[in-house]
């Protein structure tokens, strides 16, 4: 069940062999065993990602119940503490430049058996893996206003603001108004990230037609740029901050540009053996933040 959870998330037979520590033909094994056992065929494996068939798609909400329980049970046995074994947290993009080693330590210290193992992704991506149990907690940012759904639980870490970022020595340095942003050169973050996607309706309420000249995940990059006058970006304040590059870069406060956002650890609703994880992992990061 593990191995044909792991496909399921991966779309990948050598992904989830990755991810198993095992060889891709003791996954391929381990399916079919699985299909055998049951009588149907569960994933189509000609087409790239692997899909489920219907009956793959029926059984996979319940292996993940299964896996869930089981867990429960081992955390039951141990007076509601993990014995051992591997959690799956994602991190949002946006925060993978916070320091994690010293999170991590804290768990590995208070809990030696168990392994941490990060994903990263878009926040909504990491929310809907948490919500149907392919991830079992992930820190990701949400706007300040939205709420969690229904099936998943979570804390407030924190507040992240995003800021307008352009060249001290660059025409739009002093930009106020979204008009004047019109003719901008945009260095943003590839598509699936939830602040672009709210700047881009912010500019078309404004008529603007937002065309990204330069697309890149790293945002030290992003200001690298700038810094040479190729356009401005849209970064956290507290990455600018820290910046090398500060020095030549300039936040543009414009007029109806402002974007809060909210750090949460968030969680599916049944976590029994995960509370200790996530307790020390969440003190860790508040006191990064």
Known sequence: MRAFVSVADTGSVSLAARELYVTQSAVTRRLQRL???LGTKLLNRRTRPVALTGAGRVVLERCRRVLNEFREVRAAAS????LAGEIKIG????LTE???????????????TVALRLFTGWSRELLERVRNGSLDSAVILLPEEEKLPAGVDGE???KERLVIVASR???????????DLATANWILSPEGCAARAVLRQTLLRANINMSPAIETYNYELQLALVARN???????ERIFLRSRFRSRLRILNVHGLNFPLTIW?????????????IKELSQGLVERL
């Open 35 to 37: 299909e055998n056992s």
């Open 91 to 94: 991190v949002a993009h946006a």
């Open 156 to 158: 407030k870490l924190g």
């Open 169 to 179: 020595r660059g025409a739009l340095a002093r930009a106020q108004t979204v008009q």
């Open 230 to 236: 190729r356009g401005i970006t849209f970064v956290p």
């Open 79 to 82: 007076n509601g503490q993990l």
């Open 265 to 277: 650890m968030v969680h599916g609703k049944s976590c029994i053996g995960l509370d200790l994880v």
């Open 98 to 112: 916070l320091t994690f080693t010293e999170p991590i330590g804290r768990v590995r210290r208070k809990l030696p």
